[in-house]
């Protein structure tokens, strides 16, 4: 095995470490589309793994193939703790690559936790793919996002760098970065200072 094949680090953190598509079938369907469906928000997982019981005790596996849920990790800092949260792109939302006939409908549409399909009137409306596609890219984009425990507003205290203990005021959260810019009192004028996540903490 060449060195060449090996996966540098960096690269493997990126990966969306949890399985977002619930694989029901390995069949191919050419009418299959992708349809969005409504969902309790919080129980998203919980009511995919019922949606593939329901398609492999009702036979429609050639129909209901994968099942998507849209998520993105993100960095959190809590607590002047770095940790790695999975959180969901579309709350209570699920994509289901299906075959959308009456038996394949009424199988999905009458699982406990599913509130309806996504569309026009009474029909359900199947996703360009070019749209399903940006959802799966954005879902795997490189950079995880840092995700703020603060607000702007806020009180917190500086717990590293040359302003140590000093107490300050959220001004502005850069998520994408995971900088903050706080206004700290010094001299009795608030100054505007620039600081990461990891640098503050709630008071």
């Given at each position: 095995?060449?060195?060449?094949n090996?996966?540098?680090?960096?690269?493997?953190?990126?990966?969306v470490?949890?399985p977002?598509?619930?694989?029901?079938s390995?069949?191919?369907?050419k009418k299959?589309r992708?349809?969005?469906?409504h969902?309790h928000?919080?129980?998203?997982?919980?009511?995919?793994?019922m949606?593939?019981q329901?398609?492999?005790?009702?036979?429609?596996?050639?129909k209901?193939?994968e099942?998507l849920?849209?998520?993105?990790e993100?960095i959190?800092?809590?607590?002047g703790?770095?940790k790695t949260?999975?959180e969901?792109i579309?709350?209570?939302?699920?994509l289901?690559?299906?075959?959308?006939?009456?038996?394949?409908?009424?199988?999905?549409?009458?699982t406990?936790?599913?509130?309806?399909?996504?569309?026009?009137g009474n029909?359900?409306?199947?996703l360009?793919?070019?749209?399903v596609?940006?959802i799966?890219?954005?879902?795997t984009?490189?950079?995880?996002?840092y995700k703020a425990?603060?607000?702007?507003?806020?009180a917190?205290?500086i717990?590293d760098?040359p302003f140590?203990?000093?107490?300050a005021?959220?001004?502005?959260?850069d998520?994408?970065?995971g900088?903050?810019q706080?206004l700290?009192?010094?001299?009795g004028?608030e100054?505007?200072?620039?600081l990461d996540?990891?640098?503050?903490?709630?008071v």
């Amino acid at each position: 095995m060449t060195d060449q094949n090996i996966t540098p680090p960096e690269e493997q953190e990126v990966k969306v470490k949890t399985p977002n598509i619930i694989k029901i079938s390995e069949a191919k369907n050419k009418k299959a589309r992708w349809y969005v469906v409504h969902a309790h928000s919080g129980h998203e997982a919980k009511v995919a793994e019922m949606v593939k019981q329901r398609a492999e005790t009702l036979d429609l596996t050639d129909k209901i193939l994968e099942i998507l849920i849209p998520t993105q990790e993100k960095i959190q800092i809590k607590r002047g703790q770095k940790k790695t949260v999975t959180e969901k792109i579309f709350p209570g939302y699920m994509l289901i690559h299906m075959e959308l006939t009456d038996e394949s409908w009424l199988a999905v549409r009458t699982t406990q936790g599913i509130t309806g399909f996504v569309g026009v009137g009474n029909k359900p409306t199947p996703l360009p793919k070019h749209e399903v596609e940006a959802i799966k890219q954005y879902m795997t984009q490189a950079a995880p996002q840092y995700k703020a425990d603060y607000v702007e507003g806020e009180a917190v205290k500086i717990i590293d760098g040359p302003f140590t203990d000093f107490l300050a005021t959220v001004k502005s959260i850069d998520e994408e970065k995971g900088k903050v810019q706080v206004l700290v009192n010094i001299f009795g004028r608030e100054t505007p200072v620039d600081l990461d996540f990891l640098q503050i903490q709630k008071v």
